[in-house]
């Protein structure tokens, strides 16, 4: 009962923007101070009508505080949360927030999205699809990348879902968002340190536990910590199939960006040390992105090699999105091709049963695509 109080309450602070909440196409509401309100519907933000008074919003962001039992105040001026449908909300107060007090609410949507709806909404197609899908089946290890808004953790919810039914699955993140359905999942959440910076368990805490759970994957939401190391030592020991996400624009940049986050961890090893770790850990990374009119898809799927004679990291594209051109009204046009490079990881393939991913298959040509000019070749 009191939940419902608290719940009925929270909509009565959250009126201005209530029907957005209530609004399936709107996946974002952006509150930039009482008199800027903005939403993402389909990947492109609008300005709204909708309007706080500076007490109201202020009142609201602490409502929103209490509801989950934290506290957000002077001394405590950003707070992130998630409500208990799912949704994401993040506080930031004034004078940190100088237009006012700041709100953002990503919005959850119970089940994701389904490899067939990326396939319908042209975010990637199903002979890609399908090669990701043997990529998870033969326990590859994948990184999946891409820039703030690409749509990365519905991307690893997708990918996750090819994971078999049977295996034992331990997920952990700092905020859960991801929708596994399979049998066997033990779903772990980070916790930040109360008021007296105390009983914190972080991202790392859960991995080292993870460790000793009997995984036969382990599935992080995002990291951007020093539990990037950790989660390089699990892949090179024996963890295959393991996942995450991270914050990268390219195949390259993702490499480079878990070199970073590894040295967050305090280790001392030479440079190209991590590097091969690096290296060694991750074989695939699958980038996506939100481009400039507000679609969102699939744009690289990448083996990564062993480092060259230099201590550089050398990436091959296998799949690319090929970016075309622009119309009139600005929607962009491309496709979905192979490179035509014949992945290492094919022999692996093959030897699995998956018998139609012969050259032939990473051939444009075979599927009356044109190659594209530019994309990472390995060297």
Not at 264 to 291: D, K, M, N, T, Y
Request: glycine share 8%; charged share 25%.
């Amino acid at each position: 009962m009191t939940v419902d109080i608290y719940g009925e309450s929270l909509k009565a602070f959250l009126s201005p923007v209530q029907k957005y909440l209530e609004d399936d196409r709107i996946s974002e509401i952006l509150i930039n101070g009482p008199e800027s309100v903005w939403v993402e519907m389909k990947g492109t933000l609008y300005k709204t009508k909708a309007k706080f008074t500076d007490d109201g919003l202020l009142a609201a962001a602490r409502n929103i505080a209490q509801y989950v039992g934290r506290t957000v105040n002077d001394e405590r001026p950003r707070l992130d949360a998630r409500l208990p449908d799912g949704s994401r909300i993040h506080i930031v107060l004034p004078p940190i927030a100088r237009c006012g007090t700041i709100v953002s609410i990503r919005k959850f949507y119970p089940g994701g999205l389904t490899i067939e709806q990326m396939v319908n909404f042209g975010s990637i197609t199903k002979e890609c699809a399908r090669l990701v899908e043997a990529l998870v089946l033969i326990k590859e290890n994948i990184v999946v990348s891409g820039g703030t808004g690409s749509g990365k953790t519905t991307l690893l919810n997708v990918v996750s879902s090819f994971v078999p039914n049977n295996e034992r699955i331990i997920t952990i993140e700092d905020s859960a968002e991801l929708q596994l359905s399979q049998d066997h999942l033990v779903p772990l959440e980070s916790r930040p340190a109360d008021e007296k910076g105390r009983n914190a368990v972080t991202m790392r805490d859960l991995l080292h536990s993870s460790l000793r759970l009997r995984p036969d994957r382990i599935v992080i939401g995002e990291v951007r910590g020093g539990e990037a190391f950790d989660l390089l030592q699990a892949m090179n020991t024996g963890h295959g199939g393991s996942m995450c996400t991270t914050h990268a624009n390219t195949p390259r940049e993702t490499l480079s960006r878990l070199e970073s986050l590894a040295l967050f961890s305090g280790i001392e090893l030479p440079l190209v040390a991590v590097r091969s770790q690096v290296a060694s850990a991750i074989h695939c990374v699958v980038s996506c992105a939100r481009l400039s009119d507000g679609s969102r898809k699939v744009t690289h799927v990448s083996e990564v090699l062993p480092l060259n004679e230099k201590g550089d990291y050398r990436v091959q594209d296998i799949w690319i999105y090929n970016q075309t051109h622009r119309d009139q009204d600005g929607k962009i046009h491309g496709y979905h091709t192979p490179t035509g490079i014949v992945p290492h990881f094919q022999r692996k393939l093959l030897a699995n049963g998956f018998e139609d991913m012969t050259d032939d298959f990473f051939n444009p040509a075979t599927w009356g695509l044109e190659a594209p000019k530019y994309f990472e070749n390995g060297k």
